[in-house]
């Protein structure tokens, strides 16, 4: 029987080494193509999954990703042998036709860059509340501009060669003539302030709206006109051969051969017409659509047909689950959920922008924040959400928490907002706080903690009403991820790791055991251990979140880590451009069968030399094991036991985590320790 036992236990270990690992859910779904470039021979495709490049005029076509800590890409544009690509926190560039890409500079680190246009051998990034910046050196240096535009969200970025035009969300558009240093609004005659976007061509600006249609001007933007043909939700305009194409969210491409004054509906083949994009190369149109396809012309959009029908996976930047429901919001490409474990997803259509910035969860009541349409709630575990953006003067929510009745919300630019009445309505609870831009929240139960992009972290004891700032001992103020649980606060910065505080945030201490320069992306909790993702596409773990933490990412592509949550009796992972991954939660704790009859314990932990095994109740045993294995399960040591207390010998380990098993009358019992 013994023999029996001690194969079957090594049987398991096999299995969990085989199988230890990372496996993707079948979403959710990526798409969205939101902008196309020519340059140099190559046509560039910006997606909700990463950069699409095509060598052959649109042929084929494959992703291009490599160096994008972020893939929700939003705006592309060209110069002098680079190109550039925007996405939802930074710019990049790219010299070798997109093989590989960097960052185009720090100046943008972290900053939502919508669109991009060059002018007069400069670059201009237009971002959402950051205003309009300006790089004269192929974006090694940015400097801000448009100190006198006063709008939040810049859409869309065009230029005549002498002008810059700026389309706002909210604020209709703006003009320099100074090479962005002054801005003045040009809106006469526009019905509506949401501009979707602006293309100069024969002499004329061409302008779209969310919902009046498209709008022409022929004196630099001063009066504005529509165009005689009704023309619905133009996402974008582009040209070839003296015509002029614009693209329409559910109805396909228009034409016009004669510089705007007539329009016809050119979509033969376009077997999908909710297009996000339209552009050109020297010889072909393309038409980007929500599904992330690509269609192409070759005779001035007299047919169409498909070029690009490759599936791929959002960047998943937050994962909740409620009850049996896994909930993912995405960069870019909405919100999905799953009721079967991540094997099928449905894409929520609740919720009008597919930017999905947090999510929170607490039983059945979940709440999505956006960075355009505020927050979303949901009382049915997701299945349905409507608008609750009550008392909010911030359209962008990027963190939750929950502290006792109440929930608070972090803004990107407007500070902390609390409700009282379960997300009904919103109160700004911001005073003390020495940034508005709120990265994480979290909370004891009785304070309320608040990471900022660029001042650190500030608490609250009155539940909101004042803050103030607990910095003490952090040497990065660039806070991205909060965690409260055991007694310990971690803060995870962009560029120095991790922080641990054990006095309820009065100091800091850094966390030693986590590799040089870690950008921590987020936090998870389980049964005593603590989880971290990172921007290098890790998951890491420790049992001791102070000291030594261990890599738990077999399996993983190495894509960002953007979110953790426990789902059932699975970890899930949120990846830039992956989708969700998940993994047994049962891994990650080893073989944790119960005993009602014996228990152990194994000190000193950490262990230096000697580990000690202790069994309870006390009693001479003659057909016990141990085994010390590694994280993969891999059998380290084995011995017999045969005495309620055993001492071993673990000088020759390595230092990290491992786990100590014991069979026992047909029982398995583990436990962790460190060697240090």
Sequence with gaps: MKRRALLSFLLLLNVLTVSAQWQPTNGPAGGFIRFFLYDDGYVYAASGGGMLVSANNGVSWSFQNTGLTSCDM???????????????????????????????????????????????????AGTYDHGIWRSYDLGTTWTKVALTLSAKNIYWLATDSTNIYAGTYGNGIFRSSDMGDTWTPINNGLPENNIMCIYYFGGKLYLGTISSGVYVSTDSGNTWSPVGTNLPGIKGFTSLNGKLYAGSFGGGVYKSPDNGVTWTNVSTGLSETDLWSIGASNSALFAGVSSGHIY????????????????????????????????????????????????????????????????????????AGTDLLGI?????????????????TSNWFQSFAVCGSKIFTGSREEGVFVSSNNAASWSPVSSGLGSYDIRALTSDGASIFAGTADSGVYISGDLGSNWAPVNHGLTSKKITALLITSGYILAGTRSDGAFISLDNGSSWSQIIGLPPGTFIRCFATYNGFFLAGTGSGEVLFSIDPGGQWVSYSQGLPGSTVFSLCVSGTDLCAGLNAGGVWKRPLSEL????????????????????????????????????????????????????????????????????????????????????????
């Excluded at 009721?339 to 039983?363: A, F, K, Q």
Aim: hydrophobic share 35%.
């Design 74 to 124: 939003k705006s592309l544009a060209g110069l002098n042998g680079s190109v550039f690509a925007s996405c939802d926190e930074n710019v990049f560039r790219s010299a070798d036709h997109g093989q590989t890409w960097m960052s185009a500079g720090s100046s943008l680190d972290g900053r939502y860059v919508k669109t991009l246009v060059v002018c007069n051998n400069a670059i201009f």
């Design 296 to 367: 192409r012309s070759v005779n001035e959009g007299a047919n169409w047909t498909q070029s690009s029908n490759a599936s791929f996976k959002a960047c998943t930047g937050s994962v909740t689950a409620s009850g049996n429901t896994l909930i993912a919001g995405t960069h870019g490409c909405g919100l999905s959920i799953s009721t079967n474990g991540g094997n099928t997803w449905t894409r929520n259509t609740d919720i009008g922008t597919v930017e999905i910035r947090s999510l929170m969860s607490n039983g059945s009541l979940v709440l």
């Design 376 to 392: 979303f709630k949901s009382t049915s575990s997701g299945s349905s959400f409507y608008n609750v953006n009550s008392g909010l």
């Design 589 to 676: 704790v080893g073989i944790t069968e119960g005993s009602k009859d014996h228990s152990f314990s194994v000190f000193p932990n950490p262990a230096h030399d000697i580990l000690t095994v202790k069994l309870y109740p006390s009693e001479m045993l003659k057909d016990g094991h141990i085994s010390i294995t590694d994280l993969s399960g891999k059998i380290i040591l084995q011995e017999p036991l045969n005495q309620p207390k055993t001492d071993i010998n673990v000088c020759s380990l390595a230092q990290g985590l491992y786990f100590i098993r014991i069979i026992l009358n047909k029982e398995s019992l583990t436990r962790k320790f460190i060697k240090e």
